[in-house]
C-alpha cells in the first residue's frame, strides 16, 4: 500500500502559514458539516477506521518497524522507543478503543441545565463541539487515531501534528481513518495530518487563531512550554507526571507492595507512573516496599533515612523530586503521616496523578480531598491515570490545569456549551 509520508523539508514561515491556513479553511467547512451529522453515521466511520486497521496491520506494522529502525539509529531512550512501538496487540487496542469511542453516548447535543424564568423564558445549556482542534504530540502513534477519533465523536474537525519519530506510523493510522471517514459519507478533512515534520508548521498552528479553536500539546516539558509561550488559541495543557504513591501506616502490607511495583514498573514510559514513592515513617514494613522495586529491578534513589533500608538504595539530588524518570528509577522518601505527604506533594507535584495506600478510611478521604491533582487514588495503581482504564474509551490526554477540562479529556472535553433560550414573545421591560 503506497502511503504518503510527512516531509522533512525545511519550511519557511510563510510556506509554513500557508500549508496551516489551507488545512484550517478546510477543516473548518468540514467542523460545519461534522457538527450536525448524526450521531450513528459518526460512530460508522470510526468502526469502518476499526476494520481497516486490522485488515492493514501488516503495512501498519511494516512502516512502525521503519519508525523504530530511525529510533534505533538515532539512539532514541528505552522508554521513548517503548511509546513509539506498536505491537499487534497493541495495534488491536487501537481498533477496539475506535470501537469503544464509537459506542460512547454522544455529547453533543445533550442538555446540561434547564430552567424557566418567571417571565415564562425557557433557557437551556446544550453541549456543542469547540469546532476545529490542533493536536500537536510526540512518538505515541495511538494518539493519531485516539485523538482523531475522539475529536470526530464529538463533532470536531481535527489537525493533527505528530512528531518525526513516528511520521510513517502515523501516516499509515491516517490512511486507515481518513478512509473509514470517507465510507462513512463524511469529509475526509474531518480529520487531517499535517504533512511535513518541520518544526515551523507547529508555530503555524500556534498562530492560526480565527481557523483553530484550542491546541492540545502531548509530549515533553519542552513542546508544552513551546505551545504554552507561543500560542495565540487557547491551549489545554497536558503536563508532565510527576506522580506520587504514599504508604500510609495503615497499609496492608501486600496490598501496597503489589501496587507500589505496578505503579512504577508495568509501563514505565506513560504518564501514570509512579514517580516518586513517600512512606509514612510510621509504617513498618518499609524494608520490605523498598526491597520489593529493588528485586523487582527499579533503581531507588533517596536521603540518607531510606538509603538506610537497603545499601542499594543510591542518593538522590534535590532534582529527583521534580523528575519524571519515565524509566525504572524512582524516588522514595519518609514523610510524617498523611500531612507530610500532602505537604511534599504540594511542593514537588505537577498535578496530574497522586495515590494514597491505607486502611484508615478517614486518613484517604482527608488526602483525597487535600490533594489538589486531576486524579487522586485511594488503593490503586497510578497506572489506572488512562481514559480508557476510566471508561472513556479513549483520551485526547490528562489535562492538569484547572479550566475547562481537568484529567482525562475524552468526548465531554471536547466540547463547549452554548445557551438556547426559548420565548413566547416576552420583551424586556
Not at 282 to 292: I, N
Request: charged residues 20%.
Amino acid at each position: 500500500m503506497d502511503i504518503p509520508l510527512p516531509q522533512t523539508g525545511a519550511l519557511t514561515e510563510e510556506a509554513a502559514d500557508t500549508l496551516i491556513g489551507a488545512m484550517g479553511r478546510r477543516a473548518r467547512a468540514a467542523a460545519t458539516i461534522l457538527a450536525a451529522a448524526p450521531t450513528e453515521q459518526k460512530g460508522e466511520a470510526l468502526r469502518h477506521a476499526a476494520r481497516l486497521l486490522r485488515e492493514r496491520s501488516e503495512a501498519i506494522l511494516a512502516a512502525n518497524g521503519e519508525d523504530l529502525a530511525r529510533a534505533d539509529a538515532n539512539g532514541m531512550a528505552a522508554a521513548m522507543k517503548d511509546r513509539l512501538t506498536l505491537t499487534p496487540a497493541r495495534l488491536e487496542g487501537i481498533a477496539e478503543a475506535l470501537e469503544a469511542v464509537a459506542g460512547l453516548d454522544d455529547p453533543v447535543g445533550q442538555v446540561i441545565d434547564r430552567r424557566e424564568r418567571p417571565n415564562g423564558l425557557e433557557l437551556r445549556r446544550v453541549r456543542v463541539p469547540l469546532g476545529v482542534v490542533g493536536i500537536i504530540y510526540e512518538s505515541r502513534p495511538n494518539v493519531t487515531a485516539d485523538a482523531g477519533a475522539l475529536a470526530l465523536m464529538a463533532g470536531n474537525a481535527a489537525i493533527l501534528r505528530g512528531g518525526s519519530e513516528a511520521r510513517a506510523s502515523n501516516a499509515a493510522i491516517h490512511a486507515a481513518l481518513a478512509d473509514g471517514i470517507a465510507a462513512a459519507g463524511l469529509p475526509v478533512d474531518v480529520v487531517q495530518l499535517v504533512p511535513t515534520s518541520d518544526r515551523a508548521a507547529v508555530g503555524a498552528l500556534l498562530r492560526a487563531q480565527g481557523l483553530v479553536d484550542i491546541i492540545i500539546p502531548r509530549g515533553g516539558k519542552g513542546l508544552v512550554a513551546r505551545v504554552q509561550a507561543e500560542a495565540r488559541v487557547p491551549v489545554l495543557a497536558h503536563l508532565d507526571g510527576i506522580n506520587h504513591s504514599f504508604v500510609h501506616a495503615s497499609a496492608d502490607p501486600a496490598m501496597a507492595e503489589a501496587i507500589a511495583v505496578n505503579a512504577k514498573l508495568r509501563r514505565t514510559g506513560v504518564c501514570g507512573a509512579t514517580e516518586t514513592l513517600l512512606i509514612d515513617r510510621a509504617y513498618p514494613e518499609a524494608a520490605g516496599l523498598v526491597r520489593a522495586l529493588l528485586d523487582a529491578g527499579c533503581a531507588l534513589r533517596g536521603d540518607a533515612e531510606t538509603q538506610a533500608l537497603d545499601p542499594r538504595i543510591t542518593p538522590a539530588s534535590n532534582e529527583d523530586w521534580d523528575t519524571e524518570y519515565l524509566d525504572a528509577i524512582c524516588s522514595v522518601g519518609f514523610v510524617d503521616g498523611v500531612e507530610g505527604a500532602c505537604r511534599h506533594i504540594a511542593a514537588h507535584a505537577s498535578h496530574h496523578t497522586d495515590a494514597i495506600i491505607a486502611e484508615d478510611s478517614d486518613v484517604a478521604e482527608h488526602f483525597l480531598n487535600a490533594v489538589d491533582s486531576a486524579i487522586v487514588m485511594w488503593n490503586a495503581s497510578t497506572q489506572f491515570a488512562d481514559g480508557g482504564e476510566f471508561g472513556l474509551g479513549a483520551e485526547i490526554g490528562i489535562s492538569t490545569g484547572r479550566l475547562h477540562a481537568r484529567g482525562p479529556v475524552a468526548l465531554e472535553g471536547l466540547t463547549t456549551y452554548k445557551w438556547q433560550v426559548r420565548g413566547t414573545g416576552q420583551t424586556r421591560p
